[in-house]
């Protein structure tokens, strides 16, 4: 079975910076894209970014671009996100996700189960 650990969650000031990590097991990880979603609570599940199974192509979604970024270590069988200039808006639960294959526009086949990020003075 496949297992997704987010870590790295918690409270930090507007403008602020924040590192998420996912930890990996149970799956051959460089053989797989992976992405991170968040939800608002009350909202829906929004797509944040993606990283394919080398590390050397990625996409964010327009409201983190240029602020957020992932990235992965195969070695460590590790996904992270570095959060920087962090808003309000930005608080969210962010969820580690993998996908079915090569590219993060495949099937999404398993998620963590959350860590809490909360932007806040």
């Known amino acids: 079975q496949v297992h997704l650990v987010e870590s790295g969650g918690g409270l930090v000031l507007p403008g602020g910076s924040l590192r998420l990590s996912c930890a990996a097991s149970?799956?051959?990880?460089?053989?797989?894209?992976m992405s991170w979603v968040r939800q608002v609570l009350g909202k829906g599940l929004e797509w944040v970014s993606g990283i394919n199974t080398d590390g050397d192509n990625t996409s964010y979604a327009d409201s983190v671009k240029g602020r957020f970024t992932i990235s992965r270590d195969n070695a460590k069988n590790t996904l992270y996100l570095q959060m920087a200039s962090l808003k309000p808006e930005d608080t969210a639960v962010y969820y580690c996700v993998k996908s079915k294959g090569g590219s993060w526009t495949n099937p999404l086949d398993a998620w963590g189960q959350g860590t809490l990020v909360t932007v806040s003075s």
């Open positions: 149970g799956f051959t990880f460089s053989s797989s894209a």
